[in-house]
């Protein structure tokens, strides 16, 4: 499990650095894709804790990574059309918020996943794994179209293999007790 939830923190961190450096690079303005997916950060991370509280680990980062790799694979596609254009802000607000969420399950993964008397060393270990390799986000998102983003969609294919192989313990069903 260790080495599972370590390279998805690592593709997530990375991920999630690589496209704020990246979203230079994409067709039209910079300053509408930019507003548009910061506005889209709150109420998708709160959307996106919910689904990781009703559904479990593996259905949230699942729906995450999918949003992410198919963002991914619009911006590819697409950012040579300029019939399209307008829709480029949308497919970035996905694309980032999907890895977005990503990683904000990764940090209630770790909670979940292992007891309390190795959550906190696992935490380290993942971060400091996700820190050392978001080192190099920035250097990618300067390599010529479209390497950066067949990275970024290869880390989270990658991630979403791997995220079905992750044991995660049963879940409680919470109960609300009547009282009168």
């Not at 507003?35 to 259905?59: C, H």
């Not at 980062?61 to 480029?88: D, N």
């Not at 607000?93 to 990683?103: D, E, N, P, V, Y």
């Not at 292992?114 to 080192?135: E, H, R, W």
Request: charged share 10%.
């Amino acid at each position: 499990n260790l080495g599972i939830l370590m390279f998805l923190w690592i593709a997530a961190s990375f991920n999630l650095y690589m496209i704020s450096f990246y979203m230079k690079y994409i067709p039209g303005n910079i300053f509408v894709t930019t507003l548009t997916s910061s506005l889209g950060d709150i109420p998708l991370s709160i959307g996106g804790g919910f689904l990781y509280y009703f559904k479990g680990i593996r259905i949230a980062m699942t729906v995450f990574l999918i949003c992410s790799i198919a963002g991914a694979v619009s911006i590819i596609t697409w950012a040579k059309f300029e019939s399209v254009a307008f829709l480029i802000p949308v497919v970035v607000l996905f694309t980032r918020s999907g890895i977005k969420c990503t990683f904000d399950s990764c940090y209630l993964a770790n909670a979940t996943i292992f007891p309390a008397i190795f959550s906190g060393t696992a935490f380290g270990f993942c971060n400091l794994g996700a820190k050392i390799i978001t080192i190099f986000s920035p250097l990618t998102a300067e390599v010529k179209d479209p390497v950066p983003m067949i990275i970024f969609a290869s880390l989270a294919a990658v991630a979403l293999v791997l995220v079905q192989f992750i044991q995660a313990p049963p879940r409680e069903k919470h109960v609300v007790e009547k009282t009168i």
